[in-house]
Each structure stands twice: as C-alpha cells, then as structure tokens.
C-alpha cells in the first residue's frame, strides 16, 4: 500500500507542477502581447507627433513658407492609414489628422487637432507642405 500512495503522491505532484509551470508561461506570453501592443501604439503615436510639429512649425511661420518632409510607408513593419480632415469639411473650427493602424487582433486610431487653416493631401511618402495667405497646404490644396 505504501508504493501505491507514494506513486499516486508523486504523480499529483508532477501534474500540480506541469499546471504551474503552464499558467506561469500564459502570464509570461500576455505580457509580452502587451509590451508589443504599447511599443506599436507608441509608434503611432509617435508618427502623429512628427506629423503634427510639421504643421504646427509651418503654422508659425510667415507667409510663403515650403518644405518637403518624408512619411514612411510602415512603421517598423506594420501598415497604417493616415488621413487630412480640413475644417471645412467637418463644419469645425478645427482640421484633423487620422492616424490609424489594424492588425489581425487590434486597431489603434489615434487623432490630433490641428489649426483651421490646415487643408489639402496627406499620404505616405514626400509630402510638400506650404504656407500661402495664412492657409497651410499640404501637397495639393482645394
């Protein structure tokens, strides 16, 4: 009887630990889930910054203002949209950049308010942006 115990004993042991040891590796991989979602949103959101400090700069300036500036086409491999909303076109006092990124699993959209006089293209690639008559033109203007 004592064999029979101490093998039933041992085999509740291993299993206890195999369980353990299971539950401990999920935690371990959702963490690292989380880690890469924040790292992608940061670079969205990064991305936005940049697009928004090149607006915000040609907005200061004086009239007759020109610079090209690149937008990669991925960030670090994953895909994104980007998109310009003037202010006309949304009745606001305000323009708006869209910023968005979807993934099998997850979408990210992040968007940021820019001057009313903002209007024009935005894409991936070069993108010309141009002050003339206090309105800031990106690429092609209406």
Known sequence: MKKAQSSIEVAL????????????????????VDVQNQ???QLIDDMGFVIESEIELAAGVENGYS?????????????????????????????????????????????KKLPKNVDGIIHKGENNI?????????????
Do not use: W
């Open 39 to 41: 790292k992608d949103r």
């Open 130 to 142: 141009s002050k003339n008559a206090g309105i800031i033109c990106l690429n092609t203007c209406s």
């Open 67 to 111: 610079r090209t500036f690149v937008i990669p086409k991925t960030l670090k491999g994953i895909n994104y949209s980007i998109q310009l909303i003037s202010s006309d076109a949304m009745g606001t006092n305000y323009s708006e950049i869209v910023l968005e990124y979807i993934d099998f699993t997850k979408t990210h959209t992040i968007v």
């Open 13 to 32: 042991l291993i299993g206890f630990m195999f369980l353990t040891f299971n539950i401990f590796l999920l935690v371990i991989a959702q963490r690292m």
